[in-house]
């Protein structure tokens, strides 16, 4: 089955850098990769989202860049805030199959 | 226009004890998954219904874990007996549309702490 990677696990950013997180996936096939943003207490949330057939996407501050040769696809933050402190989940999907979610990148936002 | 709806939030139980969890979708969302959320770690899929019907249980340890979707509406997970290994997170999501496709919108989850 899909299996996917998210690295780094952890990353410190100060207030007003960029923030990347870059996820791999095994299954060549996959053609849908959301990213959820999971804040503390609370249920992921659905921030982003990126179909096969399209090689970046962005909605203001935040984008997603695919390589379906490579078979990876990032998360793009700019101009970071403290909220977008947060643990951020990447995930992949085959056609109608469950989607599979990364372990998670925890971002802290230094003010 | 409510989210999804999880209770307990919180529950704390002794191994081997009997443990529930309820969820209530979105209104007119016909999917409805179960998610288990380890510490450090990505949701991963326990079982997903289609109105009533459970199509995807395939992770659902059976021998102690069921689920139940009756009408179609509201979910219940249950653990019986629960095992210290089951202390986690237990994520509700719906969706509008079968088959996986669409947004997944997730409660606020129910933290389970086996002791």
């Known amino acids: 089955g899909e299996n996917v990677e998210q690295h780094p696990s952890t990353l410190s950013v100060q207030e007003g850098d960029s923030a990347v997180i870059k996820c791999t996936y095994s299954d060549s096939a996959s053609n849908y990769f959301p990213w959820y943003k999971q804040e503390l207490g609370k249920g992921p949330q659905l921030i982003i989202d990126?179909?096969?057939?399209?090689g970046e996407k962005k909605d203001q501050r935040i984008a997603v860049t695919l390589n379906k040769t490579a078979k990876h696809f990032s998360l793009h933050i700019t101009e970071t805030q403290p909220e977008d402190s947060a643990v951020y989940f990447c995930?992949?999907?085959?056609?109608?199959?469950?989607?599979?979610f990364g372990k998670g990148t925890r971002l802290s936002v230094i003010a | 226009e409510a989210g999804v709806v999880q209770s307990p939030r919180y529950k704390i139980i002794e191994k081997k004890q009997p443990v529930a969890f309820w969820c209530n979708p979105i209104s007119g969302h016909n999917t409805l998954y179960w998610y288990l959320q380890n510490l450090g770690q990505g949701p991963e899929l326990l079982i997903r219904y289609e109105n009533e019907e459970a199509v995807d249980d395939s992770q659902l340890p059976k021998d102690r874990f069921s689920a139940e979707r009756l009408k179609g509406v509201d979910s219940t997970l249950k653990i019986q007996p629960a095992e210290l290994g089951d202390s986690a997170v237990y994520l509700c999501?719906?969706?509008?549309?079968?088959?996986?496709?669409?947004?997944?919108?997730f409660g606020e989850g129910s933290r389970l702490t086996v002791l």
């Open positions: 990126i179909r096969s057939n399209v």
């Open positions: 999501a719906s969706s509008l549309g079968n088959a996986n496709t669409g947004e997944l919108f």
């Open positions: 995930a992949a999907r085959v056609g109608n199959t469950p989607l599979v």
